[in-house]
């Protein structure tokens, strides 16, 4: 048995289909992965990310801190609710975990890390934030409702009291703001505008309801990954790890590279890898073939070498099936992908393949 979300039972009443994730019970889908993925393209979605970690940092010199701790430099963090995306590096620069940092004010900033890495992030933070007497808080009494979709923010903003729900309504992308009891913030995981809403987890049930009578559909991980591939969003574990730099993921705008004296943990490996002209590159691949992509599958690029998908899958939006890829360095645009002793041709294609409901790909 694994650990459950304040909104555990409303997915069993539900029919959800029930599978562990990083040692939680979650929905993999209620019924229709592919209903599910299309209701968030479409129209609006809702998936319970109430086992994500939620973290505030406090302290006089926490923005000291983050800048340190991460790559991506908190010093843009200028605005009250501005939220920046960065990976959180080891010395050797492979990547601990990916998260999103919102600036509350000079001495409060909150993180959101994933849960699968939860307890050696938390234990990492807390070791290096002891030199800057940064307070490190866990929240484990929120729970937290992802609504994504064309009609999300629309058919969601009733759940937020009249008070703030303008505010709300206004938010920018990237933006977050506490309403009263809650924390909503244009944030997510899917490729659509949206909201992520965090909540008391008293709460969370109650207002998962509410969403559902909104007409809000409730969608499970199995939907959550193929929107998040067609949108090329990393998934940790498998498009990155710690033995893998943010530079072969991807995630090289991530990494703020000014101020040159800015130290941030893992920077130095990252440099040299950053002058290797050898490093492997990150691509999305589209499959000319019939045929699936998955996981681990072997790229075969002729006359250079080989790399390995690190997410593919069927895209129900596109009709075909796509991939995320690691492969070796060099000026080309096609390849092979080795499917059951079968090369199958792929094409390299710029990410994302689908973002705010439109194919960016040429298919």
């Given at each position: 048995?694994?650990?459950?979300?304040?909104k555990h039972h409303k997915h069993v009443e539900a029919g959800a289909r029930i599978?562990?994730?990083?040692?939680?019970?979650?929905?993999?889908?209620?019924?229709?992965?592919?209903?599910?993925?299309?209701?968030?393209?479409?129209?609006?979605?809702?998936?319970d990310v109430s086992h994500m970690t939620i973290v505030d940092l406090k302290g006089?010199?926490?923005?000291?801190?983050?800048?340190?701790?991460?790559?991506?430099?908190?010093?843009?963090?200028?605005?009250?609710?501005?939220?920046?995306?960065?990976?959180?590096?080891?010395?050797?620069?492979?990547?601990?975990?990916?998260?999103?940092?919102?600036?509350?004010?000079?001495?409060?900033?909150?993180?959101?890390?994933?849960?699968?890495?939860?307890?050696?992030?938390?234990?990492?933070?807390?070791?290096?934030?002891?030199?800057?007497?940064?307070?490190?808080?866990?929240?484990?009494?929120?729970?937290?409702?992802?609504?994504?979709?064309?009609?999300?923010?629309?058919?969601?903003?009733?759940?937020?009291?009249?008070?703030?729900?303008?505010?709300?309504?206004?938010?920018?992308?990237?933006?977050?703001?506490?309403?009263?009891?809650?924390?909503?913030?244009?944030?997510?995981?899917?490729?659509?505008?949206?909201?992520?809403?965090?909540?008391?987890?008293?709460?969370?049930?109650?207002?998962?309801?509410?969403?559902?009578?909104?007409?809000?559909?409730?969608?499970?991980?199995?939907?959550?990954?193929?929107?998040?591939?067609?949108?090329?969003?990393?998934?940790?574990?498998?498009?990155?790890?710690?033995?893998?730099?943010?530079?072969?993921?991807?995630?090289?705008?991530?990494?703020?590279?000014?101020?040159?004296?800015?130290?941030?943990?893992?920077?130095?490996?990252?440099?040299?890898?950053?002058?290797?002209?050898?490093?492997?590159?990150?691509?999305?691949?589209?499959?000319?073939?019939?045929?699936?992509?998955?996981?681990?599958?072997?790229?075969?690029?002729?006359?250079?070498?080989?790399?390995?998908?690190?997410?593919?899958?069927?895209?129900?939006?596109?009709?075909?099936?796509?991939?995320?890829?690691?492969?070796?360095?060099?000026?080309?645009?096609?390849?092979?992908?080795?499917?059951?002793?079968?090369?199958?041709?792929?094409?390299?294609?710029?990410?994302?393949?689908?973002?705010?409901?439109?194919?960016?790909?040429?298919?």
């Open positions: 048995m694994g650990k459950k979300t304040p599978v562990d994730f990083g040692g939680w019970d979650m929905p993999l889908h209620y019924g229709s992965q592919k209903e599910e993925h299309h209701a968030v393209r479409q129209k609006a979605g809702m998936f006089d010199r926490v923005r000291e801190f983050l800048r340190y701790l991460v790559a991506n430099d908190v010093a843009k963090l200028q605005d009250a609710g501005k939220a920046l995306y960065t990976s959180m590096l080891n010395e050797d620069g492979g990547v601990i975990d990916d998260l999103i940092i919102y600036f509350m004010d000079e001495s409060w900033f909150r993180l959101v890390v994933n849960a699968a890495t939860r307890e050696k992030d938390l234990a990492w933070i807390r070791r290096q934030a002891e030199a800057f007497s940064v307070d490190v808080h866990e929240r484990a009494e929120l729970a937290m409702i992802a609504v994504q979709g064309p009609q999300a923010r629309e058919l969601a903003a009733p759940c937020i009291d009249a008070e703030w729900r303008e505010a709300a309504l206004e938010l920018k992308p990237f933006y977050g703001m506490e309403a009263g009891d809650m924390f909503v913030a244009r944030t997510g995981y899917t490729g659509e505008d949206g909201w992520e809403i965090v909540m008391p987890a008293a709460h969370a049930a109650t207002i998962w309801d509410r969403l559902t009578a909104a007409g809000i559909v409730p969608c499970g991980l199995a939907a959550r990954d193929t929107l998040r591939l067609e949108a090329a969003m990393n998934l940790y574990g498998s498009d990155m790890d710690e033995t893998i730099s943010p530079l072969e993921a991807g995630l090289g705008w991530t990494v703020a590279w000014e101020p040159a004296d800015r130290d941030f943990i893992g920077r130095k490996p990252l440099e040299a890898m950053r002058a290797n002209p050898d490093k492997r590159r990150f691509v999305g691949l589209l499959l000319e073939d019939k045929g699936v992509l998955r996981n681990h599958q072997r790229v075969v690029v002729d006359g250079i070498g080989d790399g390995e998908i690190t997410s593919g899958g069927f895209s129900p939006t596109i009709g075909r099936s796509i991939a995320l890829a690691r492969v070796p360095a060099g000026d080309y645009d096609s390849a092979h992908v080795d499917v059951r002793g079968k090369l199958l041709n792929v094409r390299i294609v710029k990410t994302p393949f689908v973002r705010n409901g439109e194919v960016r790909i040429e298919l």
